[in-house]
């Protein structure tokens, strides 16, 4: 088991900004938790620079719909809306049918009010949606109405106004987003063996991949991953 350790190790230290969408996937679709965990705190951390990278393009749905879904996402409503946009957009055909499930994620009635009105409601996406033009609508009320704000804060509407709460650093069920690495989420469960070879499988072939890992090189079969300190932006 060493070697699969070696090899879990690798995959969790690859975790960035421009991997963790793509990695998520994978990890979901085999239902491995602790890399699907470590993936979606760093989106959750980093969702800004994430939606920049192509992975963020082909993540799945329910990926982007966990993330959005977070209390400490660390960036603010207007790149939730941005980033949202910036998925659709990728396969306009087959994801603006997602459009009504996932834009009430984005906390409309904390949006700059000038933003709100020239990025929200004047977008061609939008113009379709009766879930949309419902959301604004509770948005523009919540800002010009302090007694429509105040039925919002009462709980009796259920359009959310509550600004997310990312604490130093972000949050996650595993303590600050921050300061937690790939070596510590493979300590707090081991990756079943299984599941560790098909996610590396996944990544480009499992091949000779556990001599590098081992040995803490680069396996040419995973070498379109950056390793978690290289800039995703490159």
Request: proline share 5%; hydrophobic share 35%; with cysteine.
């Amino acid at each position: 088991h060493e070697l699969i350790n070696s090899i879990q190790a690798y995959l969790l230290h690859q975790v960035n900004a421009a991997t963790c969408c793509i990695l998520w996937n994978r990890a979901h679709r085999i239902q491995n938790r602790v890399l699907e965990t470590r993936c979606m705190d760093e989106m959750a951390m980093r969702l800004e620079e994430a939606a920049q990278c192509p992975g963020f393009l082909e993540v799945e749905e329910e990926g982007l719909t966990q993330v959005m879904q977070r209390e400490d996402l660390q960036c603010t409503e207007e790149k939730v809306f941005e980033a949202l946009l910036h998925w659709v957009n990728h396969r306009m055909s087959e994801r603006e049918s997602c459009i009504d499930n996932l834009l009430p994620l984005v906390r409309l009635s904390i949006i700059d009010p000038v933003y709100l009105q020239d990025s929200v409601d004047n977008n061609r996406l939008l113009r379709n949606s009766k879930k949309a033009t419902k959301l604004l609508m509770e948005a523009y009320k919540y800002q010009a109405s302090p007694a429509h704000r105040k039925l919002v804060l009462s709980g009796k509407l259920g359009h959310s106004t509550k600004p997310r709460q990312p604490q130093t650093g972000g949050t996650s069920s595993h303590g600050p987003l921050r300061q937690r690495t790939g070596l510590q989420y493979e300590q707090h469960q081991s990756v079943p063996m299984q599941q560790t070879l098909q996610i590396t499988a996944g990544s480009g072939g499992w091949g000779r991949s556990h001599e590098h890992a081992a040995a803490g090189t680069n396996h040419p079969s995973m070498a379109h991953i950056p390793p978690a300190g290289a800039s995703s932006m490159q």
